[in-house]
C-alpha cells in the first residue's frame, strides 16, 4: 500500500499539545498500533492518538475537524468492516482509557470505553457482579454498547445498553456532555444503539446485576438437520435465565475432540444458564437429548469463565451477513445443512442466538435498537484466504442468506458488514431512522464521526 499520505500532508499540527501518545508512521509501535482484529484490513492513518483524558479526545476531534483530516474511533478494534481505521486520517485510539470504577453497594460501575469485555467482567466478578456484553472477551466497552450489545445474558438481563445509565460524549463541536435519562436525553437514547455517530463517548456508566450462581460452557453435537432444528426449538422455548448461541460449523481441531470429529459439521454451542444448579440441569436437559454430545463441558461455575483466554495475533479474513428469523423449521434446518456442506471454506457457520426475554420486554422505541420482538438473529459467515477467494465466500454468504431470509431487511447494527446504506436504514425501522438522523443534525451536522454504519445528518 502506498505510503505518500506520510509526505504529501505536514504532521496534523493539532496533535502537539496531546498529552497521550502520538503514534505516526516512523515509529518503530506504528504497524502493531495499525492492526485490527480482523485481517485483511490494511490502512495507514496518517496519526493513532492513545488519548489519555477527555482533553486529549477534544484535541484530536478538533484537530481533524479543522484540519480536513478523516476520523476514525476505536476501542477494542473488533468492527467487523475496519470501521475503526483510515486511510490518511487520524485514529483516535481509546484503549489506554481503560479505568473501571465499581460501587458494589450502589450496584453501578463508571467504565471508560477503552476498556474490554473481558477486564470490566473480570473486575465485576470480585463483587459477583455481572454486566452482559457479547461473546468475545476482547471486544471494546466502547463499540459494543454503542451497538447494542447482544451476548450470554441478554435474556436474562438484556441488552448492554438495557444496563447502561449515563455516558460522557465529546461531541463534534469539542464540547464533553453528560448524557442521561435527564441530560441530553435525546443522545443519551440514540447512542443506545446508534452507533459511534454522535460523538466519542468516553465513559459508560452500568447499573449492575447480581449473579452468584452461573452454570455455562460448550456443548457440541452432531449438525443434522434435526439437531438443528431441535436446537433452534429448545433455545427459543427456554426460560429467560438460560442465553445460548449456536454455531453450526465444522468441529474445529480441538486436542478434546477426537480426529474424527475434526471438519464433520457440529453444533458448537456456548451455553450460559444465569441461575442455580438444579434449575440448569433442567433447563438444558432438552439440549443434551437432541442426540449424544460429542463434548459436554457445561458445568457451574463463574460467568467469566464464559470468556475463555485469546490469542492477540489471530485476525481472522472472513465475510458475513447478519439477519433476523422467527424460528428454524425442519426444511429451514435442512437448507442450513445443505449450505454449510457444500462449501469448502476451512471455517464456515451459521450462528444461531435465540432472543427474547428480558430484551424484549423493553420498549421497541426506548433505545435507538427497535427490533425487540424479533425471535432470533442468525449471522453466516465463511473464512477465506486471500483476496481471490473473497468474492466467491461472500456469493455463498449472501446467497445463503437471502435463502433463509428472503423477506426481511432488518439488521442488528454490531453484525452489519459491507451491506450499504439500506441496510443501515432497515437497522433503523420508521421513527428510529427519522429521530437518528434529527439528533445527528444536532450534534454532528457534518458529520464527522461517518467512519460507522452511517446515518447521516437530517437533509
Ligand atoms: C469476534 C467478534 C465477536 C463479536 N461478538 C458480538 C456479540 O456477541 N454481540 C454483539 O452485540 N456484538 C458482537 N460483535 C460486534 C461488536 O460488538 C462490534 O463490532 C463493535 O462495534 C466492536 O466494538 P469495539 O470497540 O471492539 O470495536 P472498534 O472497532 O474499536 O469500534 C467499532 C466502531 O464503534 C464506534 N466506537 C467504538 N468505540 C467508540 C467510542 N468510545 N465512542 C464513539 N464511537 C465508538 C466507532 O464507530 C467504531 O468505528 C462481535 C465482533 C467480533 C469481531
Redo the contacts with the bound molecule.
Keep these: 500500500m502506498s505510503s505518500s499520505t506520510e509526505t504529501t500532508r505536514p504532521s496534523p499540527a493539532g496533535l502537539t499539545e496531546v498529552k497521550g501518545r502520538v503514534i505516526m508512521p516512523e515509529d518503530p509501535t506504528y504497524d502493531q498500533a495499525r492492526t485490527?482484529?480482523?485481517g485483511g484490513i490494511d490502512k495507514r492513518p496518517t496519526a493513532i492518538v492513545r488519548v489519555s483524558d477527555v482533553a486529549d479526545v477534544r484535541r484530536v476531534i478538533t484537530t481533524a475537524r479543522d484540519e480536513g483530516y478523516e476520523l476514525?474511533?476505536?476501542?477494542?478494534?473488533?468492527?467487523?468492516v475496519?470501521?475503526?481505521?483510515t486511510e490518511g486520517g487520524i485514529v483516535i485510539d481509546?484503549r489506554g482509557m481503560s479505568k473501571i470504577e465499581i460501587d458494589p453497594r450502589a450496584r453501578t460501575a463508571w467504565v471508560e470505553?477503552?476498556a474490554?469485555a473481558i477486564q470490566v467482567t473480570e473486575a465485576l466478578a470480585e463483587h459477583g457482579l455481572v454486566i452482559g456484553?457479547?461473546?468475545?472477551g476482547?471486544?471494546?466497552?466502547?463499540?459494543?454498547t454503542?451497538?447494542?450489545?447482544?451476548?450470554?445474558l441478554v435474556r436474562k438481563f438484556g441488552?448492554?445498553i438495557d444496563s447502561l445509565l449515563a455516558a460522557e460524549?465529546v461531541t463534534a463541536d469539542g464540547r464533553h456532555v453528560r448524557a442521561d435519562a435527564n441530560h441530553h436525553s435525546d443522545l443519551f437514547w440514540a447512542?443506545r444503539g446508534g452507533?459511534?455517530?454522535?460523538?466519542?463517548?468516553?465513559r459508560l456508566q452500568f447499573r449492575l446485576h447480581e449473579l452468584t450462581q452461573f452454570t455455562g460452557g460448550i456443548l457440541i453435537l452432531p449438525a443434522t438437520p434435526e439437531t438443528i432444528a431441535g436446537f433452534a426449538a429448545a433455545a427459543l422455548a427456554a426460560p429467560d435465565e438460560l442465553s445460548t448461541?449456536g454455531n453450526i460449523m465444522p468441529a474445529p481441531p480441538m486436542p478434546f475432540l477426537p480426529n474424527e470429529v475434526h471438519g464433520r459439521l457440529v453444533i458448537f454451542a456456548m451455553i450460559a444458564f444465569a441461575g442455580d444448579d438444579e434449575a440448569a440441569k433442567r433447563a438444558i436437559a432438552p439440549f443434551r437429548s437432541l442426540a449424544t454430545p460429542i463434548a459436554d463441558m457445561v458445568k457451574p461455575g463463574p460467568y467469566v469463565g464464559m470468556y475463555p483466554p485469546e490469542d492477540p495475533s489471530y485476525h481472522p479474513t472472513a465475510v458475513a451477513r447478519t439477519m433476523f428469523v422467527n424460528s428454524i423449521d425442519a426444511s429451514t434446518a435442512e437448507t442450513v445443512f445443505e449450505y454449510l456442506s457444500k462449501s469448502d471454506a476451512t471455517m464456515r457457520v451459521a450462528q444461531l442466538?435465540a432472543l427474547g426475554g428480558a430484551m424484549a420486554r423493553v420498549p421497541a422505541d426506548a433505545t435507538a435498537y427497535a427490533h425487540r420482538s424479533k425471535p432470533m438473529l442468525v449471522n453466516v459467515a465463511a473464512f477465506y484466504q486471500g483476496e481471490a477467494e473473497r468474492e466467491g465466500r461472500r456469493s455463498w454468504a449472501t446467497e445463503f442468506a437471502r435463502t433463509l431470509q428472503p423477506n426481511d431487511d432488518a439488521a442488528?447494527v454490531?453484525?452489519l458488514t459491507d451491506d450499504g446504506e439500506a441496510r443501515i436504514r432497515a437497522a433503523y425501522p420508521g421513527a428510529t431512522w427519522d429521530r437518528l438522523t434529527r439528533i445527528k443534525s444536532v450534534y454532528d451536522p457534518s458529520n464527522l464521526?461517518r467512519?460507522?454504519?452511517n446515518i447521516p445528518p437530517e437533509a
Design positions: 485490527v482484529f480482523y476514525a474511533v476505536r476501542s477494542g478494534g473488533h468492527s467487523i475496519g470501521h475503526s481505521t481509546l470505553t477503552g474490554t456484553f457479547g461473546d468475545s476482547s471486544v471494546g466497552v466502547g463499540g459494543i454503542l451497538g447494542g450489545g447482544i451476548g450470554f441488552m448492554t460524549v447512542i452507533g459511534g455517530n454522535f460523538g466519542v463517548v468516553t448461541i442466538r442488528y454490531g453484525f464521526f467512519l460507522n454504519q
